[in-house]
């Protein structure tokens, strides 16, 4: 399986530049020394410590105090027409998805990741129709093969109207797709980019969110504006959901609502 795409060390890094606190206000705010809290940020668990600095830091301490114990390892259900694709980017991974209607073939790209070869092998392989390419947010790691995707499948390629990706259709929030029987809805869910949108799948053959950088296993990706807005978005239109829908992140591995609602730091 693919590990977490977090520690317990850059899930305190995150809070601690959402709320834009330094170490020297951290440890005033916290009362945990200066020292520790450069420890712990260095990957050093003392659970003591990230306990307390986790709730100055409006963090859960039982769920950090489980990250930094190696204690957290999701798990979903397989989804055989769900495929999560995992490509290399200048030294990190990050994911992709291909959506089908194991009926009528009808599919959806979610993302590109940084190489089409494996993505394409799952379009042939399946005899697959992609109605679309759709793009959580405008990140060059998630949309690296989009040219190569776009010209070998002569698919359109949607991005949202708040963060437009060059050659692409727009949509906004709230508009509806579809991949064969499955529905997509768009949500807005910004913070790590000004129009990072999940999708939701809806219907009764299955229940998922691709989240992109909204929402990790374990964590949520950077924050780089209005960290309580940022995270107010994730909690109304991912966690949500109901507990079994199926988190597929843009890094790390699947997880649940349910899971996330249980065992996520921020929530």
């Not at 092998?121 to 399946?126: M, T």
Request: aromatic share 6%; proline share 4%.
């Amino acid at each position: 399986m693919i590990p977490l795409e977090d520690t317990f060390a850059d899930v305190l890094g995150k809070a601690m530049k959402g709320l834009q606190l330094g170490e020297e206000e951290t440890s005033a705010k916290s009362g945990v020394p200066e020292d520790s809290i450069r420890a712990l940020l260095r990957g050093e668990f003392e659970e003591n410590s990230a306990r307390q600095l986790a709730v100055s830091l409006g963090l859960r301490a039982d769920a950090l105090a489980k990250l930094g114990r190696g204690e957290y390892t999701p798990t979903t259900s397989s989804a055989p027409n769900l495929v999560q694709v995992t490509t290399d980017y200048r030294g990190m991974t990050v994911n992709a998805y291909v959506l089908w209607d194991r009926e009528n073939r009808g599919a959806a790209i979610f993302d590109t990741g940084a190489d089409a070869a494996p993505i394409l092998e799952i379009v042939d392989r399946e005899n697959l129709e992609v109605g679309g390419i759709f793009l959580t947010h405008s990140h060059a790691d998630h949309i690296d093969a989009l040219s190569v995707l776009k010209k070998e499948l002569d698919a359109e390629a949607w991005s949202s109207e708040q963060e437009r990706v060059a050659d692409t259709q727009c949509f906004r929030p709230g508009d509806l797709f579809n991949a064969g029987r499955h529905f997509i809805r768009t949500r807005l869910t910004p913070g790590h980019s000004p129009g990072g949108t999940t999708f939701v799948i809806e219907g009764q053959l299955l229940s998922a969110a691709i989240t992109g950088d909204a929402l990790f296993a374990g964590s949520i990706g950077g924050v780089r504006s209005n960290y309580a807005a940022a995270l107010s978005a994730i909690r109304h239109e991912i966690l949500s959901l109901p507990d079994k829908t199926i988190v597929c992140p843009g890094h790390g591995p699947m997880s649940t609502v349910g899971q996330e609602k249980e065992n996520n730091p921020f929530f």
